[in-house]
């Protein structure tokens, strides 16, 4: 019980206390008085023993035996206390005695002993009663205990009466505070201009008018359903942190008096906090500070409960009847309250409405036209005016078909009114015309006002001139579907084109075909005449394609470079041969580009509808797989679907997969093929080639796997990963054959090209091998120097001053050009097996090799032959001065134990 409890007990538990103590007292002062008596008596008693003693003494001197009986039964009739009185020898012989027949309970005995005849002894025992005394004694504690009932009684009557006076003072006070705490409410609600200062006001008037210990009040949440604090006053106010109250009878903590009464919408009194299961969860919170009682009042808005206030106070039954019906008057107060801020809400709308709607239909930019009942207008707004020409008093009275554009027939109006009719307003486009006799389109809504009848009261039509967003909206769906360079469908309207057209086409039970263009070389004029140039041969380009179809069919530009045609509802199917045949010729001629003159081809695929696929889709996945088909067939030609190509396309999806794991798996390893020098016969060198053993599919072919892992990627990974195998090789190799030993490594143009920074460089892979830069030679294609940029120059850069050398590989099979060679720093030209495989002693066949073999050597440059297989293309290859050859003459591509033994044998 804490100490707030325990004050309106304390004078009764005084009074107990001062009782007890008093009671107490007596009967310590009543022990006191009976031991006194006592030692009085056991005095007295002594003394006539010693009396007695002497006496006798005497007469047994004397030997007077028969006269001590006498004396003894005299004694005790003289002296009433006198009970018992015995003379006993010192044998325990009894030589006289005297009893007195009593049931007395408090007895004193008395012993002394005499002596006789100069040697004999004996004692003299006396009994007396002290039954007096505690007669005395009782009757003397009864006498006291009436008083001490009388003086208990009178004290609890007197305490009652001052603490009934006391609790009447009190509930006087807190009452009056009850009613300060309302008259400060109204005073306050009547000055009140913010809702949003109700709350806090009643949470502080609570407290420090009401006499409450913390007081809140809180709404609803819809979404979570937990009750909210949104003001609070008073002690503790962290009670309230975190707290969890829910408004849902189904939650555990929904059961509280303060979900109850918002939900039930009646006051919930809680006079013992402690011992009412309603508070339970609260509890331990409460607990800290010292609260006992609760009441919580609901506060209606609109007749619906909004929120709830909730006091505390630390006394038990804080809340009588008197209390509970002041705070039930408070919250009806607020209610009433809120609902004038919401009555005077509604009012300020609805002349702020008025004031609004007079403004918009004065200010408005759309035209407001009031009719009668019998359709004559009776007004009109400023807008009206601008928009249609006509000034007020030309159109009031008059009908509003003087308004009409003639484009419309006598159905579209009869439709109208079938619909006001009907339904008592229409909407839609209509148009009209102006004073000045233009004809616009607007947007019209009419809207019928009733009588309380029934019948019709008034029309409103409200419209809007809609010329600029009519040309807004072609302008935006235009740039939505079509492409702002070249005025060609683009891929959003292409797509919903193929859509209608495949429909089309299966009514029809005709075909459709559908053309996936794509220009070759485009990216060089790019590169060399600029974006500009490539613009405009873009444009020409689109022209060129629409001159070769028919106007129902469909150009557009797919993206880029690339264009798509629908040939819809074809009689003879093979009418796409003459027109990819057509486009080829149109696109093969020259494009003037200003003062610049460009030259570009096209690969175009072809694919059916229905036969090859009845899917979008899966035609211009078709288209595409031909379009690829027809670049690698040579470009500037055209090229079918097949099944053929769908095969190939998901085996080659099929390797992808398989190779994103081929690394991680172990399943690359490496072949060496010897590089021989023609001169000595000697290895000096050799090329290190990937090989790939799939695990169902067995040894995939390097010209299968490679072009998958370069437009993958996967080049990166793989390429680092072969370097370092040829790296870790030429160290060995230089260590146990010789010091000067080479492996030459195929690099893509993907990893020169590669900006990621994923792999170590090779040039510091070789610093960390304690190999020089000059053990591994670099081979790269002519194609990477037609496309070198700044990047790849830096690379071949870094590659140079690192020591590496570099190799052009097929030389010969590209576009070649000698600039190029002189540009940049090539160390070993690798003439094509194309060239080698056909090597006679004719002149003509070896003049094409020894032109190479000597412009290399002028350049500073050493030639190596590839694809020699034969004694005769040696001796003719080391005749026309060539520095070295590689091919199965000497040995197919091995394993490196293999190429070991190769080394040993030469």
């Known amino acids: 019980m804490n100490a707030k409890t325990f004050f309106p007990k304390w004078p ?336 300020k709308t609805g002349e702020e409405s008025l004031r609004l709607a007079a403004s918009v239909y004065q200010t408005s930019s759309e035209a407001i036209m009031v009719t009668d009942a ?168 689109s022209q060129r394609l629409l001159s070769c179809v028919r106007e129902s069919d469909t150009v557009a530009r797919f993206g880029g470079d690339e264009f798509t045609i629908i040939m819809s509802e074809l009689d003879e199917p093979d009418s796409a041969d003459r027109v990819a045949q057509a486009i080829l010729q149109k696109l093969s001629e020259p494009f003037r580009l200003d003062d610049d003159l460009a030259y570009v081809s096209a690969s175009i695929g072809v694919t059916l509808y229905p036969s090859d696929a009845t899917e979008i889709e899966s035609l211009l996945k078709n288209a595409d797989q031909a379009m690829y088909a027809a670049k690698n067939a040579g470009r500037n030609c055209f090229s079918y679907f097949t099944t053929a190509m769908q095969s190939a396309a998901q085996s080659r999806m099929k390797l992808t997969n398989d190779l994103r794991t081929a690394l991680s798996d172990n399943q690359f390893w490496i072949s060496y093929q010897p590089i021989v020098d023609l001169r000595t016969g000697g290895i000096r060198k050799a090329e290190a080639l990937v090989r790939w053993r799939h695990p169902t599919l067995g040894l995939v072919s390097p010209a299968e796997f490679i072009p998958i892992a370069e437009h993958s990627g996967l080049i990166i990974d793989i390429g680092d990963w072969i370097f370092r195998q040829a790296a870790l090789q030429v160290k060995r190799w230089q260590e146990i054959y010789h010091k000067d030993f080479q492996i030459s490594v195929n690099m893509s143009p993907v990893q020169i090209n590669d900006k990621s920074c994923k792999h170590e460089p090779w040039r510091r892979q070789l610093q960390n091998l304690s190999l020089s830069g000059e053990s591994i030679v670099m081979e790269i294609t002519e194609g990477l120097l037609l496309e070198a940029n700044t990047s790849i120059n830096e690379k071949l850069l870094e590659f140079r001053d690192a020591g590496i050398q570099v190799a052009l590989d097929d030389f010969g099979t590209g576009y070649s050009a000698l600039s190029y060679l002189k540009k940049f720093d090539i160390d070993y030209i690798k003439i094509d097996q194309s060239f080698v495989r056909h090597l006679t002693p004719d002149p003509k066949d070896m003049a094409l090799c020894k032109a190479i073999i000597v412009m290399a050597h002028e350049l500073g440059m050493k030639v190596i032959a590839e694809g020699v297989e034969t004694a005769q293309q040696r001796d003719l290859l080391t005749a026309a001065g060539c520095d070295y050859g590689q091919g199965y003459l000497w040995s197919k591509p091995v394993p490196p134990e293999e190429f070991e033994r190769l080394l040993a044998a030469s």
């Open 374 to 541: 019998e359709n004559r207008i009776i007004a009109i707004n400023p807008a009206f005016t601008v928009i249609t020409g006509y000034p007020e008093k030309e159109v009031l009275g008059r009908h509003p078909d003087f308004l009409k554009s003639g484009r419309h027939d006598d159905k579209f109006y009869q439709d109208m009114w079938n619909a006001i009719s009907t339904t008592s307003k229409w909407q839609g486009e209509i148009w009209d015309r102006r004073k000045n006799g233009e004809v616009y389109p607007n947007w019209l809504t009419i809207n019928t006002v009733f009588n309380d009848d029934g019948s019709v009261m008034r029309r409103i039509a409200l419209f809007s001139d809609i010329s600029q967003k009519k040309q807004s909206d072609e302008l935006i769906w235009r740039q939505a579907n079509f492409d702002p360079l070249t005025e060609l469908p683009n891929r959003r309207m292409f797509y919903d084109r193929l859509d209608q057209e495949i429909k089309k086409s299966h009514r029809a039970c005709l075909p459709l075909v559908l053309l996936f263009l794509d220009l070759d070389h485009f990216k060089e004029v790019n590169d060399t005449l600029g974006h500009a140039k490539g613009d405009m041969l873009l444009k020409d380009a």
């Open 12 to 347: 009764w538990l005084i009074l107990f206390a001062f009782l007890i103590a008093l009671a107490a007292l007596s009967c310590f002062f009543l022990d006191r008085k009976l031991d006194q008596d006592i030692a009085l008596i056991r005095a007295s008693a002594n003394q006539e023993l010693q009396l007695i003693s002497s006496i006798l003494s005497s007469e047994l001197n004397h030997e007077h035996y028969q006269d001590i009986d006498k004396l003894f039964s005299k004694w005790g009739q003289v002296n009433d206390n006198i009970l018992e009185m015995q003379l006993i020898a010192a044998n325990g012989f009894s030589i006289a005695g005297y009893k007195k027949p009593t049931a007395d309970s408090h007895v004193l005995e008395l012993k002394t002993p005499i002596t006789y005849s100069y040697r004999d002894k004996a004692t003299v025992l006396m009994r007396l009663t002290l039954e007096p005394v505690y007669q005395r004694y009782d009757t003397f504690i009864a006498q006291l205990a009436g008083i001490f009932v009388v003086f208990s009684s009178l004290l609890s009557f007197l305490l009652h009466f001052a603490t009934r006076c006391q609790r009447e003072a009190f509930k006087s006070r807190r009452l009056t505070k009850l009613y300060n705490a309302l008259s400060e409410i109204n005073q306050a609600i009547v000055r009140m201009e913010q809702e949003a200062e109700l709350f806090p006001l009643v949470c502080r008037c609570a407290v420090e008018f009401g006499d409450m210990t913390m007081a809140w009040v809180g709404l609803p949440d819809e979404k979570t359903g937990l009750i909210l604090p949104v003001a609070s006053y008073g002690r503790n106010l962290d009670y309230l942190d975190g707290i969890v109250i829910s408004s849902n009878a189904d939650a555990p903590k929904g059961c509280g008096p303060t979900g109850k009464a918002l939900r039930e919408n009646l006051p919930v009194i809680v006079n013992d906090f402690f011992n009412n299961p309603m508070t339970l969860p609260w509890r331990e919170r409460a607990l800290r500070f010292e609260w006992n009682s609760s009441a919580s009042f609901p506060i209606p808005r609109g007749g619906r409960s909004f929120a709830v206030l909730t006091v505390y106070h630390s006394q038990i039954n804080a809340f009588d009847a008197e209390a509970i019906a002041l705070l039930e008057e408070m919250s009806k107060d607020i209610s009433f309250s809120l609902n004038n801020f919401d009555r005077e809400l509604q009012r």
